[in-house]
């Protein structure tokens, strides 16, 4: 599904000129990270539930988690991306272009990227080299940080505190900036009187806001719930939401409920029709 629903979207923003702007420039970024990123987990996955070989080499471990902190900052920080994109080209329609110019979005993606790696780095290079206890069994279906330190044999409550501080930084941060910036953007919608403000207005918010909210709230609760309060079983199924449900569903709820891209998907499909004839 997430394949089926990636690859149309990249390609109707590719072709059609009408959607190369800021929105859609993010969201052709958005969905190759949703696709890898729910390719790093899914396979070997499914692979292990399948087989019943239930193993993953510590290398392999080490790479799952790397990519998968990379991927998952860098998508944290391009949505954050989104909303400010959607608050300047709402709340100042004339300043937009300035603001959120073709060198501005580029610089937002890259620093993205930098940062998800550089937080990725640092976390997969110190939590393996914590000694671990035998057998080296986790009660999870990635090789999530918090999963593993469950088998440390020393004391990781620094570390610990530096996921806190990672996970309010990358989420709690992030969610709290999106909230505010649609709360702006809805605010002045909400009093105004116009019918055609608010169709236009309230499909791309909900849509966001949806996609942010089964992302941002399972992902924080996992890491900043100590784990006195959580059982691996929650733990596992808080993970299913931000490695599998959301990379799925993100986009297709950015294409079915955004009309431009209907609109395009059906412009491409009638003139591939009419080529035919």
Not at 21 to 32: E, H, I, K
Not at 156 to 173: D, K, N, Q
Not at 269 to 277: G, L
């Amino acid at each position: 599904m997430a394949l089926f629903g990636t690859r149309p979207m990249i390609l109707l923003i590719f072709l059609d000129t009408r959607l190369h702007t800021p929105m859609y420039f993010f969201l052709s970024q958005l969905s190759p990270i949703d696709l890898s990123y729910i390719s790093t987990i899914v396979p070997k996955m499914a692979s292990d539930y399948l087989s019943g070989n239930k193993s993953l080499s510590f290398t392999g471990c080490g790479a799952q988690s790397c990519f998968f902190l990379t991927l998952a900052g860098a998508e944290a920080l391009l949505l954050i991306s989104m909303a400010y994109d959607r608050y300047v080209a709402i709340c100042f329609p004339l300043h937009a272009p300035v603001r959120m110019n073709k060198r501005v979005c580029v610089l937002m993606i890259t620093g993205s990227w930098i940062t998800g790696l550089a937080n990725s780095c640092a976390h997969t290079v110190y939590a393996f080299r914590i000694p671990y206890c035998q057998p080296r069994a986790i009660h999870h279906f990635c090789g999530d940080v918090p999963a593993m330190l469950t088998l440390a044999r020393v004391d990781t409550w620094a570390y610990e505190c530096t996921v806190f501080g990672s996970t309010i930084l990358f989420l709690v941060f992030p969610f709290v900036g999106i909230t505010c910036s649609y709360g702006r953007v809805l605010l002045p919608i909400c009093r105004t009187q116009s019918t055609e403000g608010r169709k236009k207005t309230y499909p791309t918010c909900s849509s966001h806001l949806t996609v942010v909210t089964l992302y941002f709230v399972p992902f924080a609760y996992a890491h900043l719930c100590p784990r006195a309060f959580r059982s691996p079983t929650e733990d596992k199924v808080l993970a299913v939401f931000y490695t599998v449900l959301t990379p799925m569903l993100n986009p297709i709820i950015y294409s079915l409920r955004n009309k431009e891209v209907m609109g395009t998907l059906r412009r491409v499909i009638q003139r591939i029709c009419f080529v035919k004839i």
